[in-house]
């Protein structure tokens, strides 16, 4: 690393979003920290994005290739990024002038990376909502379920190492998948407060895509289901959080799921994770043998159909359900 002035390396992986790419990068080129080397990645494009990025010449390094996903494409700008720090910046976003030498300004011994505070637009000067991480966070896994966002993300290439690249068989929420392996790898996160990113919203884009994001969010809770569980068990703090990760997701899986059966499957998954006793585990897998796949890779195990059949366990979870309805809980 050059300790003086350590270079930056910005990876804009872009798709069809040629007409946006000159404000990321031209805000880019602004920086007052002159150490940045700017990687664009054409992710397959069948617009102009290729004759934008060559317009800007020796001044970033430009990667073609076919269309495989944002991981995909993070990971092809990684390839040839030579950075000490890393930053992913979207094609339709832009970072203030004075963003890298702030937040590179602020890192601290084993520090792994720097969250600033972003705000959303639509467009150039029409601002939105305005989000920070609390000063509080120094856990990678606390940051991420209390409000991380990765818009402001300054990473350590060290970090970034030890942590791997984006996993591509995620077709979205690939950036919670990396935090949370983050966090297992014992990556710590500083938060620096001020607003330095600015991240564009589009219409309806919430609506089209809750349902693939509800779905992902579940296979990365799968995924890393082992740690999950340990660290929510030694913390109360990371149990409330998660409590309302998944009140977020079946809010979402009702907006797009006429039948609910995906706003089941986020309550089935939420009761393993955050420890419902197991008659009501019972109940609901019985409820869900539709999802019994699901259920075994969630569990990492295979369910016994002997204890699903187990005469003196459907009767204990029968007279269980008997009594929620007694005193007036609901069971579905």
């Avoid at 950036?175 to 949370?180: E, G, T």
Wanted: glycine share 6%.
């Amino acid at each position: 690393m050059n300790a003086t002035h350590p270079i930056v390396s910005v990876i804009i992986p872009c798709y069809r979003q040629a007409h946006l790419l000159p404000e990321a990068v031209d805000s880019v080129l602004r920086q007052t920290y002159k150490a940045v080397e700017i990687v664009v990645v054409n992710d397959g494009s069948d617009d102009n994005t290729d004759e934008v990025a060559r317009s800007y010449g020796d001044r970033i390094k430009y990667v073609e290739k076919e269309n495989g996903g944002l991981s995909s494409a993070r990971n092809a700008g990684l390839a040839v990024a030579t950075g000490d720090f890393v930053h992913f910046l979207d094609a339709d976003d832009c970072v203030f002038s004075s963003a890298y030498a702030d937040m590179i300004g602020s890192f601290a011994d084993k520090v792994g990376c720097v969250q600033c505070g972003f705000r959303t637009f639509t467009n150039p000067g029409e601002l939105g909502h305005r989000w920070q991480l609390p000063n509080r966070s120094s856990c990678l896994l606390n940051s991420t379920v209390f409000g991380w966002v990765p818009h402001g993300v300054l990473w350590t290439r060290s970090a970034i190492n030890k942590v791997g690249f984006f996993d591509e068989k995620l077709d979205s929420c690939e950036d919670w998948d990396i935090f949370v392996r983050a966090a297992i790898a014992g990556v710590r996160v500083r938060p620096f407060r001020r607003v330095r990113v600015l991240y564009r919203t589009h219409p309806n884009s919430m609506s089209t895509n809750s349902e693939r994001m509800v779905r992902t969010r579940i296979d990365v809770i799968t995924k890393h289901r082992q740690f999950l569980e340990s660290a929510i068990r030694s913390d109360r703090r990371l149990h409330s959080a998660f409590a309302l990760v998944f009140a977020r997701l079946r809010q979402r899986a009702r907006k797009v799921d006429a039948d609910q059966k995906l706003v089941e499957q986020v309550s089935l998954v939420e009761s393993f994770l955050l420890g419902r006793n197991d008659v009501v585990r019972y109940k609901m897998i019985s409820e869900l043998s539709y999802k019994a796949s699901s259920i075994r890779k969630f569990l990492g195990i295979a369910l016994s159909d002997m204890l699903l059949q187990s005469a003196t366990f459907k009767s204990e979870a029968l007279r269980e359900t008997a009594r929620m309805k007694r005193i007036g809980y609901r069971t579905k």
